[in-house]
């Protein structure tokens, strides 16, 4: 199983509980128990929390379930007081997935 596999199964698990729809949920790095839990869930071993959502957030970029939506303004994690832009991505529908595909 790869992390974005991990990670749609876990996004589509936790809607199911709270009663959402899991295309409305965003991932970026302001969601660490999400893309800690991912990693996890995956098979990866812990290292440090950071490096474990760079990994999942690299995997998210690279994979075809997941598109990117556009940024989320947020204050930088080196705890300087700047505001960042991290990347957010959206969880592709199947009939998306399957246009493109043709």
């Given at each position: 199983m790869t992390i974005a596999e991990a990670l749609?199964?876990?996004?589509?698990?936790r809607a199911a509980e709270e009663g959402r729809d899991p295309y409305d949920h965003y991932i970026w790095q302001g969601d660490?128990?999400?893309?800690q839990?991912?990693?996890?869930r995956a098979g990866r071993t812990h290292t440090h929390p950071?490096?474990?959502m760079d990994a999942v957030m690299a995997s998210?970029?690279?994979s075809p379930l997941f598109e990117r939506v556009g940024t989320?303004?947020?204050?930088?994690?080196?705890g300087k007081a700047k505001e960042v832009r991290y990347a957010a991505y959206k969880l592709?529908?199947?009939?998306?997935?399957?246009?493109?595909?043709?």
């Open positions: 749609r199964d876990l996004m589509f698990e660490p128990d999400l893309l839990s991912a990693y996890l950071l490096n474990d998210v970029r690279r989320i303004p947020a204050h930088s994690r080196t592709v529908k199947k009939s998306a997935r399957a246009c493109e595909a043709n």
